[in-house]
């Protein structure tokens, strides 16, 4: 059963870090752009970053950039998302998504636009 399952959400302070992991199984993981998007509450779904099947391109929504990384591991099939200088702002549902392609902007904050959608992990940011 193709899987993808988040990890790693916590509370944390203004201004502090956390690094949330994304596990995938029974897909050819490495083949798979990956995603994060968020949601805040109340809000609606928000695109946060993207990296390449092979890592080395990487993109980023404005609101994150430079607080924010995401890397890969194909070998152990899993995708993480670094989060530093965190703000209440951030505090969300953090969900990881694969597709087998890279989606224009206007489309991945669709959840049926992926191919796999995983189940969220809580990130809450305050003091």
């Known amino acids: 059963q193709v899987r993808l399952v988040e990890s790693g959400g916590d509370s944390v302070q203004p201004g502090g870090s956390l690094r949330i992991s994304c596990a995938a199984s029974?897909?050819?993981?490495?083949?798979?752009?990956m995603y994060w998007v968020r949601q805040a509450p109340g809000k609606g779904l928000e695109w946060v970053s993207t990296?390449?099947?092979?890592?080395?391109?990487?993109y980023y929504a404005d609101s994150v950039k430079g607080r924010f990384t995401i890397s890969r591991d194909n070998a152990k099939n899993e995708a993480y998302l670094q989060m530093n200088n965190l703000s209440p702002e951030d505090t969300a549902i953090y969900y990881c998504?694969?597709?087998?392609?890279?989606?224009?902007?206007?489309?991945?904050?669709?959840?049926?636009?992926?191919?796999?959608w995983g189940q969220g992990t809580q990130v809450t940011v305050s003091s």
């Open positions: 998504a694969a597709s087998g392609s890279f989606m224009p902007a206007n489309l991945r904050s669709l959840p049926e636009q992926y191919k796999h």
């Open positions: 029974d897909f050819p993981f490495s083949n798979y752009w």
């Open positions: 990296i390449s099947p092979g890592g080395p391109a990487t």
